[in-house]
């Protein structure tokens, strides 16, 4: 079956760096994406890892490996409107997305 | 990058009823797609929007509760039918690119059912 998991939540302190881990097991793969979503609003891209690497976007950085079946988001200088839920979910080979449960993350100042 | 847009933004339905959500993309996308999703929870695929055609159901969605249109390739619609209030949730249109490196969200529809 295909499977993407994420914590359910974490707290961290403004100003600071979070890393947010997502592994999945799905069939075929054709990217991972992650989203944030605050909430009562619709979820907003964030990044997009298809090759294994480091992407950088600012304060937020994903991260992918494909062998481990394994990515991360990171979070610099943490700002108190980055308290959101953070979603990952990989493409598979029919180009669906198949989404994680979510992380949400309270960032506490 | 394209622009989403939903109406209604919600809605409060009684019993049985339904209610016709529309989706709106400011270009021409590739795919387009219909997400649930119920509160503190993530997203759940109900179906692809396919232009021209029937649309593609996932597994414990059915045509005849959720019809879908797609007359053209930057519209669709999203029919709830004979709703209950188990179908109270948050409706999500979303659409990408012949690239597929990206998937846009609509804002969303929250529709309660009484």
């Known amino acids: 079956g295909q499977n993407i998991d994420q914590p359910t939540e974490m707290t961290a302190t403004e100003g600071a760096i979070v890393q947010i881990n997502c592994t999945y097991q799905?069939?075929?793969?054709?990217?991972l994406f992650w989203y944030q979503q605050h909430a009562g609003e619709a979820p907003t891209f964030l990044s997009y890892?298809?090759l294994d690497g480091l992407e950088e976007k600012g304060r937020f950085s994903s991260f992918l490996s494909r062998s481990k079946g394994y990515s991360y988001l990171l979070l610099k200088e943490l700002q108190m409107k980055d308290s959101a839920s953070y979603l990952c979910?990989?493409?598979?080979?029919?180009?669906?997305?198949?989404w994680g449960a979510g992380t949400k993350l309270i960032i506490k100042p | 990058s394209a622009v989403i847009s939903q109406k209604p933004s919600r809605d409060i339905c009684q019993r049985g009823t339904s209610l016709t959500i529309q989706c709106q993309v400011d270009?021409?996308?590739?795919?387009m797609f219909w997400y649930r999703q119920q509160p503190g929870q993530s997203l759940t695929l109900i179906a692809t929007?396919?232009?021209?055609?029937?649309?593609?159901?996932e597994s414990g969605f059915v045509i005849d509760k959720f019809p879908i249109s797609r007359p053209n390739l930057t519209f669709s619609t999203l029919t709830v039918s004979n709703m209950s209030p188990e179908d109270s949730s948050i409706y999500l249109c979303?659409?990408?690119?012949?690239?597929?490196?990206?998937?846009?969200f609509g804002p969303g529809t929250r529709l309660t059912v009484l």
């Open positions: 979303s659409a990408s690119g012949t690239e597929f490196n990206e998937q846009f």
């Open positions: 890892n298809v």
């Open positions: 270009s021409q996308v590739t795919m």
């Open positions: 929007a396919n232009q021209g055609s029937e649309a593609t159901y």
């Open positions: 979910a990989v493409m598979d080979s029919n180009y669906q997305l198949i």
């Open positions: 799905t069939s075929g793969f054709n990217g």
